[in-house]
């Protein structure tokens, strides 16, 4: 019996992942083959089809070890042959795909044809195997050959190494930098046969063969991606910033400064506190100088050196300024209101009240006999300015009594005019 004739075509392949490895098991990724099929001689050959059959079973000489998978081709059909069609195979155990042109004879010339067969699962023994291929074609369309011409491909499985040859890489979040709450989403490339950790914050979080996680965060995090392979553990990290981080706890023993909007549960500064934007503080202590240029929200306990708010101050506890406070808008107070330094309040350039360098409260509004300054048993009386005489005094001592004299008390155009003796 006469062999074959050699095809007409030239045929090469290579696997993806290359090199091929025998199967190690069920979480091995699928495995493609890609054949190229290229016209290396000087006549245009016309191609009806081409059928690959590999190898099937649990032998080195096996291939594949199930008779699955898929295929593709630029402008051509690439289907398995289930088992029982009647079509010439060879004998034995084989995964068998036919390759045909979707527009009747297809002429192979310069361009060639890249067939590629998917989802292929290869055998466990490491081993050559040799696909076969069958091609019908011919330089002349008037006269095709009685029987296919026949060639085989020789590819080798190698043993499994200890360590992935795909290595794990590109472990990154789809954005660098997030606000607070926003969900991040990190991505990796690996081998879906190893189990993955992604650590942040101190606690790991096990994904198993994904190659995706998700969570959301409040400020800057640095994630770790760890994975074990031949008894090593391996480790790739990467970060995401907060535009506006809230930090539950911050202690910094110099300066600080804050230039987005940031959300603090309790801040001590050693320095000076410089904020740009909105903050949100549960309780806040500076040792030096507190400058917000933007709203300042304090919910908790708050000890200040000096304080300089250009926008809103709202504190909802205990505000304490050992410094100075300057304000230049209003102030309101729903509670108590301490100063263990001086008070003073001007408008216009003018002071309209002050404490500064006295021993009591100095108005210069109000006044008597001269006297500006209210002191501790200080004695005041009290002038009606409608009625010429009529006044209301109140010594200072035991046993004295307010006494009005003269004039009318229940004038409703009257006033009065406080007296500080």
């Given at each position: 019996?006469?062999e074959?004739?050699?095809?007409?075509?030239d045929?090469?392949?290579?696997?993806?992942p290359?090199?091929?490895?025998?199967?190690t098991?069920a979480?091995?990724?699928?495995?493609?083959?890609?054949?190229?099929?290229?016209?290396?001689?000087g006549?245009t050959?016309?191609?009806r089809?081409i059928?690959?059959s590999l190898p099937?079973?649990?032998?080195?000489?096996?291939?594949?070890e199930a008779?699955?998978g898929?295929?593709?081709?630029?402008d051509?059909?690439?289907?398995?042959i289930?088992?029982?069609?009647?079509?010439?195979?060879?004998?034995?155990?084989?995964?068998?795909?036919?390759a045909?042109?979707?527009?009747?004879?297809?002429?192979?010339?310069?361009?060639?044809?890249?067939?590629?067969?998917?989802n292929?699962k290869?055998s466990?023994?490491p081993g050559?195997a040799?696909?076969?291929i069958?091609?019908?074609?011919t330089?002349?369309?008037?006269?095709w050959?009685?029987?296919?011409?026949?060639?085989?491909?020789?590819?080798?499985?190698?043993?499994?190494?200890?360590?992935p040859v795909?290595?794990?890489?590109?472990?990154?979040?789809?954005s660098?930098?997030v606000?607070?709450?926003t969900?991040?989403?990190?991505?990796?490339n690996?081998?879906?046969?190893?189990?993955?950790t992604v650590?942040?914050?101190?606690?790991?979080?096990t994904?198993g063969?994904s190659?995706e996680?998700?969570?959301?965060?409040?400020?800057?995090?640095?994630?770790?991606?760890?994975?074990v392979t031949?008894?090593t553990?391996?480790?790739l990290?990467?970060t995401?910033?907060?535009k506006?981080?809230?930090?539950?706890?911050l202690e910094?023993?110099?300066?600080?400064?804050v230039?987005?909007?940031?959300?603090?549960?309790?801040?001590?500064?050693?320095?000076?506190?410089?904020?740009?934007g909105?903050?949100?503080?549960?309780?806040?202590?500076?040792?030096?100088?507190?400058?917000?240029?933007?709203?300042?929200?304090?919910?908790?306990?708050?000890e200040?050196q000096?304080?300089t708010?250009?926008?809103?101050?709202?504190?909802?506890?205990?505000?304490?300024?050992?410094?100075?406070?300057?304000?230049?808008g209003?102030?309101t107070v729903?509670g108590?209101?301490?100063?263990?330094?001086?008070?003073?309040?001007?408008?216009?350039?003018?002071?309209?009240?002050?404490?500064?360098?006295?021993t009591?409260?100095?108005?210069?509004?109000?006044?008597?006999?001269g006297?500006?300054v209210?002191?501790?048993?200080s004695?005041?009386?009290l002038?009606n300015?409608?009625?010429g005489?009529?006044?209301?005094?109140?010594?200072?001592?035991?046993?004295?009594?307010?006494?009005?004299?003269?004039?009318e008390?229940?004038?409703?155009r009257?006033f009065?005019?406080?007296?500080?003796?």
């Amino acid at each position: 019996m006469s062999e074959p004739d050699a095809p007409l075509l030239d045929y090469a392949i290579i696997s993806e992942p290359f090199p091929l490895y025998a199967s190690t098991g069920a979480d091995d990724p699928a495995t493609a083959l890609h054949i190229v099929v290229s016209n290396g001689g000087g006549d245009t050959v016309y191609c009806r089809e081409i059928v690959f059959s590999l190898p099937e079973g649990d032998l080195a000489q096996s291939l594949v070890e199930a008779d699955a998978g898929d295929g593709q081709a630029p402008d051509w059909t690439v289907q398995r042959i289930e088992p029982g069609t009647q079509t010439i195979l060879p004998p034995g155990d084989y995964a068998h795909f036919a390759a045909k042109p979707k527009a009747g004879d297809a002429a192979v010339d310069v361009s060639g044809i890249t067939i590629t067969l998917e989802n292929l699962k290869i055998s466990s023994r490491p081993g050559t195997a040799r696909i076969e291929i069958r091609e019908v074609a011919t330089t002349n369309t008037d006269k095709w050959p009685e029987n296919p011409h026949f060639t085989r491909l020789a590819l080798t499985k190698f043993p499994a190494p200890k360590i992935p040859v795909m290595a794990v890489s590109d472990f990154t979040a789809d954005s660098q930098e997030v606000a607070a709450g926003t969900t991040v989403r990190l991505t990796w490339n690996g081998p879906s046969t190893l189990d993955y950790t992604v650590s942040h914050g101190g606690t790991p979080h096990t994904v198993g063969k994904s190659h995706e996680y998700n969570t959301t965060i409040d400020r800057d995090t640095t994630f770790q991606l760890s994975y074990v392979t031949g008894g090593t553990t391996h480790y790739l990290t990467t970060t995401v910033t907060v535009k506006n981080p809230k930090l539950t706890g911050l202690e910094v023993d110099g300066g600080l400064t804050v230039t987005g909007s940031t959300g603090v549960a309790g801040l001590t500064v050693g320095g000076g506190l410089s904020v740009t934007g909105a903050t949100d503080v549960q309780g806040l202590t500076v040792n030096k100088d507190l400058t917000a240029k933007q709203a300042l929200t304090v919910s908790g306990s708050t000890e200040l050196q000096a304080l300089t708010v250009d926008k809103d101050l709202s504190a909802k506890a205990t505000l304490t300024v050992t410094g100075a406070a300057g304000v230049t808008g209003a102030l309101t107070v729903g509670g108590f209101l301490q100063a263990n330094s001086d008070i003073t309040v001007a408008y216009g350039g003018t002071t309209k009240f002050t404490t500064s360098g006295l021993t009591g409260i100095e108005a210069p509004y109000v006044s008597v006999n001269g006297n500006g300054v209210a002191h501790d048993k200080s004695s005041i009386h009290l002038e009606n300015g409608w009625l010429g005489g009529g006044y209301l005094w109140a010594h200072d001592g035991l046993g004295d009594e307010a006494e009005v004299h003269n004039g009318e008390t229940d004038n409703a155009r009257s006033f009065w005019t406080v007296h500080i003796a």
